[in-house]
């Protein structure tokens, strides 16, 4: 009985110390290890990695971008010199909640390698008091604890996890990438794509629903009264103690330049609210700026966009040029005047749907 107890035990143990190695080798989203192969497109994952053995490894980087999907078509090349920075590391994450971006950064600033952070922040994903997560992606919150002993055992349980031999034992039959920096640069873009283009959007019977929608909002737009009432308590939860936390870092943050039209069919009252409580809660830190560009012309060309928020590129190349020039900056003495023209722009829209 013994001798069966024993051989069972020394099974298990083998099982698990040969996964453990199996893990390590490919260790698919380089939690512990950089490596040469392809970069996993799971996010919340592969952020945690890029922190461990990129950030945290005095590879030079000293900057960060933090956000959802309107983050993702920055290069990271061109953010730092523009800015003049010295390395930038992205790690954006489509669709993350306001709390998801939080710990992403957290864990990040914790490494002490971070002097910038530049930080898209929506209003959709800040609003109400909860802390939550994404309903359909997972989000290993345990691969970004800060404290010592938790971050080890983070580790180990990353280690011995049959879902990291799952994905291990698929990048195991992965071809070297060339260049690391150049796959770094263009991770989870989606500019090149051919197929995302406002007009594809619209051909997918989604114009007539927006027509309908923005008649019906012309229609009542005489009774609207605009307010920036609605207040974001998470801002003051979770972005104000993080940012005393770090005096010493310059945090950038920018309103993502949604297309006008979409402000119009959409809450503009939780997007004016928005704007407002970001401003009243940073204005008393220097070491914060804000940016929007709601008044943009450009916001009202649909060639800029792939549908009514994703905007092209170019438009990440013009929110950092604006930034190193110190334009479009929103703050506490503008902030009045800056939406009154937000609203006057948004009541006296005009739209012609008939390219589309």
């Known amino acids: 009985m ?8 020394f099974f298990l143990a083998f099982l698990l110390g040969s996964m453990c190695v199996y893990n390590y080798k490919y260790d698919s989203y380089q939690i512990l290890q950089t490596h040469n192969k392809k970069m996993s497109s799971n996010q919340r994952f592969q952020n945690a990695g890029l922190i461990n053995t990129y950030l945290d490894s005095n590879m030079g980087y000293d900057s960060i971008i933090i956000g959802t999907s309107m983050t993702e078509n920055f290069r990271p090349t061109t953010v730092a010199k523009t800015m003049e920075w010295n390395k930038v590391l992205k790690l954006s994450a489509s669709g993350a909640s306001g709390y998801e971006q939080f710990l992403i950064a957290k864990k990040a600033l914790a490494t002490g ?5 530049l930080w898209g ?60 920096d150049v796959r770094l640069e263009y991770l989870n873009n989606w500019a090149q794509s051919a197929s995302l283009s406002f007009k594809n959007w619209a051909k997918n019977g989604n114009i007539d629903k927006l027509k309908l929608k923005h008649s019906e909002t012309i229609n009542k737009k005489s009774l609207y009264e605009y307010k920036s009432k609605e ?23 920018f309103i993502p330049p949604y297309s006008r039209l979409s402000l119009i069919v959409g809450d503009t009252d939780r997007s004016l609210g928005f704007e407002s409580s970001l401003v009243e809660s940073m204005k008393k830190f220097e070491n914060v700026s804000i940016f929007g560009f709601a008044n943009e012309k450009w916001t009202t060309d649909f060639q800029n966009y792939k549908d009514l928020n994703h905007y092209s590129q170019e438009i ?13 900056v929103i703050n506490h003495k503008n902030i009045k005047s800056y939406q009154n023209q937000e609203v006057e722009n948004i009541r006296n829209y005009e739209r012609s749907y008939n390219e589309y």
Not at 2 to 9: G, H, I
Not at 235 to 242: A, D, F, N, T
Not at 316 to 328: G, H, L, P, R, Y
């Open 121 to 180: 922040v929506e209003a959709g994903y800040w609003d109400g008091n909860k802390e939550v997560f994404h309903q359909r992606h997972t989000f290993p919150k345990y691969l970004y604890e800060t404290s010592y002993f938790l971050e080890k055992f983070a580790l180990f349980r990353y280690l011995i996890g049959y879902q990291t031999f799952k994905l291990s034992k698929l990048y195991s039959n992965y071809e070297p990438v060339p260049c690391r």
């Open 113 to 117: 390698q971070v002097k910038n952070v």
């Open 316 to 328: 990440n190349d013009i929110i950092i040029s604006s930034m190193k020039q110190k334009d479009n």
């Open 231 to 253: 207040k974001f308590p998470l801002i003051e939860k979770l972005l104000v103690p993080l940012i005393k936390q770090y005096p010493k870092v310059n945090f950038y943050f």
């Open 2 to 9: 013994k001798k069966c107890v024993f051989s069972t035990l």
